[in-house]
């Protein structure tokens, strides 16, 4: 991307933050919470963000054409993320730090599922209680795991068109 493309904000994202915006409607969604037993924390509605970012992310990443805009959706992320921590107190010398911490989850997320997504639904949720906080530790893992194999499922039903307009339910 050229510097008078970014001056002029045409860096590419704006094609993206419908999928964002629906991303992170997904992760709002009740069922995670009630259902699922996420907890409705400020850490448990950030890892439901993340969870499904990185299933969007893995699903683009099989697409020729989305691959190249995996980046650009995860700077929606960023700034999200960045927006959010400023607006909650945190001072400019810690929000990088707070941020590499975000990323590192995000980044362990997304390894995660990809080695595990074909694994079965009891070893996905024990992979998913280590990564997502959760009210009911014992009961609750599997429910999840379920209910993320079938997200997983649903974006992979989805055409390209669909997933960069935010439709993300075949």
Known sequence: MSLIQRLLGRDGREELRPLWHALVGVSRESEWYATCGVADTVEGRFDMISLVLALVLLRME???ALAPKTALLTELFVADMDRQLRDT???????GKNMGKLMSALGGRIGALREH???SDAKLAEILQRNITLTDEEAKPYALAVRVRALHGEL?????EQVLA???RA
Not at 89 to 95: A, N, T, Y
Not at 156 to 160: I, N, Y
């Open 62 to 64: 099989d697409s020729d």
């Open 89 to 95: 107190g945190v001072g400019d010398l810690m929000v």
């Open 117 to 119: 997504m074909t694994d």
């Open 156 to 160: 992979a039903a989805c055409s390209d």
């Open 166 to 168: 935010g439709d993300l």
